[in-house]
């Protein structure tokens, strides 16, 4: 046939994807950069449509997330905000736009992701996530994207999500800084063992009181995506056990490893043997790069914790 098989296609005759693929021919065209590496190719592919991954904050590090997992062809997406869209948000949470300022937060990220691949399954949670509901809503997803600007939230949900054994893809940001770390319960440390206990307040105020520079949510929320669709493919080193920091003055990375504590009251050896289903005993504790022997456990994190961008 003249034109070959794109002028069949675009003449709308029927087409099949080539025999055993898992993929329609709209996927096949849609996802075709992502086909070409072996890394991820059809059978990758259809696993990033089957995976669910949930995002705590449809604000500054949950919008480049939602974006490019969305785009990535993630096949579900839920989103955890109970926040509406305010004028001051638009100077980075780039989900969100103008004309829908006032809109809940959820609402808007459906519509954005929708617009940008149909194909995604959105699932609002127009709720605060807390120790009595994290574990019922994160319990439906394999992999959590932390955008959360509250510490009693983040706590919550570290605690769950060990319990689970769910992984967390971890990131703060404060003005010109980002951190990133990926929380895996089976594997690495968890916040807890991090940060015990939340900071006082007036030593972490959240960026609408301190202020941030827009674009590194924005550069954080993606590396979280990058980490998320790493678990989710089962390539690549993710970023348990260490800590990555990012100074945007500075255009520099730098990175901390970090060492499951073994007293910690969630990940620590008690809580794992108290557990039915504990995860077997971690191989030997990674200890901080730049530490000592016998450094404190803390010693080189930044303190106090950073929060996130609301
Ligand atoms: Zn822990």
Known sequence: ?????????????????????????????????????????????????DARVLLVGAGGLGSPAALYLAAAGVGTLGIVDF????????????????????????????????????????????AMLGPENVAAIIDAYDVVVDGTDSFETRY????????????????????????????????????????PSPPPPELAPPCSVAGVLGVVPGIMGMLQANEALKLLLGIGDPLVGRLLLFDALETSFEELRLRRDPDCPTCGDAARTGRADAAPAPGPVPVPTSAGAGAPEVFDLPWPPRPASA
């Open 1 to 49: 046939m003249a034109g070959g098989t794109e002028a069949w296609r675009a003449s709308g005759l029927r087409w099949e994807a080539p025999a055993g693929s898992p993929l329609t021919p709209d996927q096949a065209r849609r996802y075709s950069r992502h086909l070409l590496m072996p890394e991820v190719g059809p059978e990758g592919q259809a696993r990033l449509l």
């Open 156 to 195: 919550a949900l570290n605690d769950a999500a060990v319990r689970l054994g769910i992984p967390v893809v971890h990131a703060s940001v404060y003005r010109f800084e980002g951190q990133l770390t990926v929380f895996d319960a089976a594997d690495g440390p968890c916040y807890r063992c991090l940060y």
């Open 83 to 126: 926040d509406v869209v305010d004028v001051s948000n638009l100077q980075r949470q780039v989900l969100h736009t103008t004309d829908r300022v006032g809109v809940p937060k959820v609402e808007s990220a459906r519509a954005a992701i929708g617009a940008l691949n149909p194909e995604v399954r959105v699932v609002a949670h127009d």
